[in-house]
């Protein structure tokens, strides 16, 4: 198996748990947070929504300026899951032009034109595309709970959702 289909079989997987952790997200809640320091839920799930879009861009580079990160409040439930899904297609579109080479040849990411990280592209995949998502949906689906709104199976059963029953 190519690299790059591991990579979108995982993707494609888990993309359907974030998707569930997606929808139960309450459209008058987005301002929430459950500190101030804390993204809000709306800034988190659309964080969540544009990550596959946005990393597999800087993945398609060979040196990448690590850009200046502010998050914008999503407005709805609505934009979240429409920026996932097309988020996702731009995700699958860079990581089918990838072959093996490519992933496996080294990614540069740069501050002010000096090298902060560099790895191979497989590698930053797997920890910003994919391990990084696993980690904010983490975070919102205990925002979710914090919320008393139910939460669904991730890997499991969760108090609220049993697949197994």
Do not use: C
């Not at 090298?115 to 595309?129: I, K, N, Q, Y």
Request: without cysteine.
């Amino acid at each position: 198996m190519k690299l790059a289909e591991s990579i979108l079989m995982e993707l494609d997987r888990e993309a359907q748990t974030t998707k569930g952790v997606l929808d139960r997200i309450p459209d008058g809640k987005l301002a929430w947070r459950p500190h101030p320091k804390s993204f809000s839920l709306g800034q988190l799930a659309l964080h969540i929504a544009s990550v596959p879009a946005g990393v597999t861009a800087i993945a398609m580079q060979d040196t990448a300026e690590v850009p200046n990160f502010t998050q914008p409040e999503a407005k709805s439930r609505q934009e979240v899951l429409d920026t996932f899904s097309k988020s996702l297609e731009s995700a699958k579109g860079n990581l089918n032009k990838m072959d093996d080479a490519r992933l496996a040849a080294t990614l540069n990411l740069t501050r002010s034109g000096k090298v902060v990280m560099s790895a191979p592209r497989a590698g930053f995949l797997r920890s910003v595309l994919l391990n990084h998502v696993y980690h904010h949906r983490g975070q919102l689906s205990v925002y979710l709970r914090m919320l008393d709104i139910p939460v669904p199976s991730i890997y499991g059963p969760s108090a609220d959702d049993n697949p197994f029953a």
